[in-house]
Each structure stands twice: as C-alpha cells, then as structure tokens.
C-alpha cells in the first residue's frame, strides 16, 4: 500500500516545476518509549504494555510566484515489549501543493494524505483497530474575469480514497461552477453548482451520482466575518431511491480583541462513507466500521461553539460541540452527541512549554440494543524541555476513561511517554 501511495504523490508532482524542493528544508528524528496500563482498552486488562518507537521525517515548504507548497512525511516503527499488540510501521504524509501556470487565470491543484484511521467506529481506538488509508486529490481551478464585478470560477477534480480493511476504496470525478458577485469590498455573493460521480472499487459498494446546488455569502469587515451556505442536494444511486435533502451552513468569527477570538460554527448536510471516513467527528471517529455499506449515505448535523484567548506567554481555548449522524442504510451506525474541550498552554522559558488538555464527550447510539451510551474523559499533559539549541525532551501523559451502558465498552487506560526529538529549522 505504502508503494501505491508513493506512486500517485509522485505521479502528481511531476508536472510541477523541477525546483519545488529548492527552499525551505526541515528534518527531525526522535525515539520514544511509553507505557500502557491498558493498551487493547478492555474491561478487565490483564497486565500493562510497554513500547519503544523510533520515527523521522521531513517537512518542504516552498512560497514563490508559481508555487505554494507544504509537505509533512513522518514514518515510525514501533516495538511493544509483551506482544499486546502487533509490532508496527505507520507513515504519515501529507501535501498541499499549488502551482500557478497563468496568474488571476489558472491553478493546479495537488493534495495527499496517508495516515492511519479506525476501522470500526463501535470499538475503542487501539493498535489492532486501525487502518492505513490514502486519499489523493488533484485538478485545475480556471477563474474567468466578467468584470471588476463578476468572475465564474470552474473547479475539476479527480479524488481517489483507499482504505486498507474497508471495502470503501472509491474513485471520483467532479466539477464544480462558481458565479461570484462582489457586491462591495467586503461582501460576495455566490452561486454554486457542483456535480460529482463516485465509482466503487468492491462489488459490496454501489455507483452513485451527487449534484449540490446552493447559494453562498461571504461578509468581512474589520473584526468580523460571515459565511453562509443555502441550497439542495440531488443524490441517484443504485439500488436505493433518489434522495433529496437540503444542505446549510454557517460561519461567524467575531475578533473581540487583537488577542481574543469567537466563533460560532454550523453544519447541515448529506455526507457517504467512502469520503467521509477520512474526516472524523468531533464526538468520535465516526463514520469508520468495518460492517457498514460502504456506500451508505447519512446527514450529518453539527454545531460547534469557540473561544480563543491569547496572553503575553500562555493561551487557551475551548470548544463546545454537538452532532448527529443519521445514515439511510446501517442505522446501527446512527448516533449524537455532545463534546466539551479546553486546552491551555504556556511557554515556561526559551523553547520550552507546557500544555494541558482536558476533553470530556458522550455519544448516544439510539438504535443499538441494548441502547448504548459512552461517557468519555480524556486529560493530557505534556511538557517540552529545549535541552540544546535543536533538541527537546518531551514528557506526555494521557489518561482515558470511557462510561458505558454496555459494560465491555467501558476501560481505563493511562499512557506516559518520554521522548527525545531532534530537529532544524
């Protein structure tokens, strides 16, 4: 899988200018060692786990007229001293690549991502749960320019997603049209159509074609912002009738100060497994289960609450969230939810710094039985020491606890870890 991956990023970088790698270039190297109370996170663990990990990577950032660029790549190997757990090698890569073949004309497009996700969302997220996954997207945006006023914008793409346990791996093309007004200098009003066809890699999936069309508002001033979407989504697919739901969403951001922030964020709209088990929930890893149809469609309904604050040395924020999914086929899968988070953190001196996260979550599934519903907490902490000029020793804690209706859902699992990272830039 992890030579496929390589294949496509490379493929797509080919076409881009041969100095993409001439600037800014970063590595860093660490090795760490850890320990589990309760690794596979169940009921009644039997004894603890320990792990040693050694992992390096790279990180690419270009900024010049005809390229924007940033690539992450980190790989790790990881040993666990009682076989717990399966020895391991996770990748992670991830690249957004912009080039500029025709200024105020035409981009192109490029982004990937390989990392590790669960793969069944009803389990808790642990080394035998998860998957590697790969999802490459890559097109061109052409901008045509009516007037000072009026610009059409037309988006193309091809995405591809795979997924290493989930017969979910999927092939699309889609294209999307744009007429943007600019009413004043601070407001842009939109209208957007956008058709997309997904063809399934498994027998089990089935073919299906998606059409959006809505409105958009697009309103800054000074400290203050507002996005708005407002339409209908079309959805013919094989084997189930023809759906059409409305979709919204809203965004407003207030800068109450220079260092304080608020935003309000709101999301209403028909999402499929195949691409949306790529972007996790803010309540949990849901949509991502094994068992499901891997085509199912569901609504996703979310709202979410923020507040940044910034200090001369130190800031927090914290976020209030609450969702549903409601799927069409696997309603075993439907689920809602709240959760609350807070982070602080505080640089203590030079290039060392503290940070403490608290997070506490409940997740209702109302069509399971018996009916199950999870308390979850999680606390970390972690502080960074800059030993040396470009050396940090790390010092993470995490503690977990889920509070389940069903009783082998429930665990208790702290996690330390000490790590020695070396690194430039």
């Not at 001439?22 to 792990?51: C, Q, R």
């Not at 209908?232 to 100060?257: G, H, K, P, V």
């Amino acid at each position: 899988m992890l030579c496929r991956a390589i294949t496509k990023i490379l493929f797509g970088l080919m076409f881009l200018a041969p100095d993409i790698f001439a600037t800014e270039f970063n590595y860093n190297a660490a090795i760490e060692v850890a320990s589990y109370e309760n690794i596979n996170h169940v009921a009644n663990p039997v004894t603890s786990e320990y792990s040693e990990e050694v992992r390096a990577g790279f990180s690419i950032v270009e900024n010049t007229e005809n390229i924007l660029a940033n690539i992450d790549f980190e790989l790790a190997i990881i040993d666990y001293e009682y076989d717990q757990a399966d020895d391991r090698v996770d990748g992670f890569f991830d690249s957004r690549i912009e080039w500029v073949v025709y200024p105020s004309r035409l981009t192109w497009f490029l982004s990937n991502t390989y990392s590790q996700m669960s793969i069944d969302s009803l389990l808790s997220d642990t080394p035998g749960n998860n998957q590697d996954t790969n999802a490459l997207s890559t097109g061109p945006d052409y901008q045509i320019n009516l007037n000072r006023q009026n610009k059409i914008n037309i988006e193309m793409r091809y995405d591809s997603f795979y997924f290493e346990e989930t017969n979910a791996d999927n092939d699309r093309v889609s294209t999307a049209i744009r007429w943007l007004y600019d009413r004043i200098s601070s407001l842009t009003i939109g209208l957007n159509y956008e058709i997309e066809l997904v063809y399934f890699d498994h027998d089990s999936s089935h073919d299906f074609d998606r059409s959006d069309s809505f409105i958009s508002l697009d309103y800054k001033r000074g400290r203050n912002s507002l996005q708005l979407e407002l339409g209908l989504t079309n959805i013919t697919a094989q084997y189930i009738d023809d759906i059409l739901e409305s979709r919204y969403s809203m965004i407003i951001f207030n800068e109450r100060t220079r260092a304080s922030s608020i935003s309000f964020e709101m999301n209403y709209a028909v999402e499929d497994t195949g691409r949306d088990l790529l972007e996790p929930s803010e309540v949990s890893s849901i949509p991502s289960a094994a068992t499901i149809i891997s085509s199912d469609l569901f609504v996703q309904e979310e709202y979410r609450l923020g507040y940044h604050q910034m200090f001369r040395n130190s800031n927090y924020q914290i976020y209030y969230t609450l969702s549903s999914s409601d799927y069409k086929n696997q309603n075993n899968l439907d689920q809602s939810g709240r959760m609350f988070s807070i982070e602080y953190s505080r640089e203590l001196s030079r290039g060392s710094r503290l940070t403490l996260e608290a997070e506490f979550s409940t997740a209702t599934y109302d069509a399971l039985t018996p009916l199950r519903e999870d308390d979850n907490y999680q606390y970390r902490a972690v502080y960074s020491y800059n030993a040396r000029r470009n050396m940090n020793l790390d010092f993470q804690a995490i503690s977990e606890e889920r509070d389940s209706t069903v009783a082998s859902f429930s665990y208790d699992d702290l996690r330390m870890m000490i790590s020695l990272v070396y690194f430039t830039g």
